[in-house]
């Protein structure tokens, strides 16, 4: 929240085609059944090194889960991970198309209080985006080497 607090104005008036978030987002959808477990699921996770699932019923995307909700909801709340199911804690993730700029992203995060995002084109979904790919993003293209000695 800090740093989308930090960075929530627009850079530019119009972003350029290199901004796009579809420039940077992740294609690799990895998908788990809604009827997986949390342990399951953090299996997974722990696999492919990532943050985030997108969650299926009969092939279609009904959710996501993230290592927070876990942490918060599962750990929070002293919830068995190998008896609770993915569909319990899923939410409906917010979607933004990939044509939008980076900074639009990290807006709708901050909006919605929430690290990752999913990326659609023509309404199908793409990829998912999350706040460390915005944070490597706004790093590279602000950031030089002489803020950080100073």
């Known amino acids: 929240k800090d740093f989308a607090n930090y960075y929530s104005f ?12 579809d420039n940077f987002m992740q294609e690799n959808l990895v998908k788990i059944s809604q009827t ?4 399951e ?4 996770m722990k696999k492919y090194k990532i943050g985030a699932l997108l969650v299926t019923r009969d092939d279609a995307i009904t959710g996501i889960v993230t290592d927070e909700i876990f942490t918060r909801n599962v750990l929070g709340e ?4 190998k008896t609770t199911l993915v569909s319990d804690l899923m939410i409906k993730p917010p979607l933004i198309d990939g044509t ?10 901050h909006r919605n209080d929430v690290r990752y995002l999913v990326t659609t084109k ?3 979904i793409k990829g998912i985006i999350s706040l460390k ?3 490597i993003y706004f790093k590279r293209k602000f950031v030089s080497a002489q ?3 100073e």
């Open 78 to 81: 002293n919830l068995n991970p």
């Open 100 to 109: 939008e700029s980076m900074d639009s992203a990290l807006n709708c995060m």
């Open 122 to 124: 023509d309404a199908v």
């Open 133 to 135: 790919d915005l944070t």
């Open 147 to 149: 803020d950080i000695d």
């Open 41 to 44: 699921a953090a299996q997974v």
């Open 36 to 39: 997986s477990s949390v342990f």
């Open 10 to 21: 627009t850079f530019g008036q119009s972003p350029s085609e290199e901004d796009q978030i």
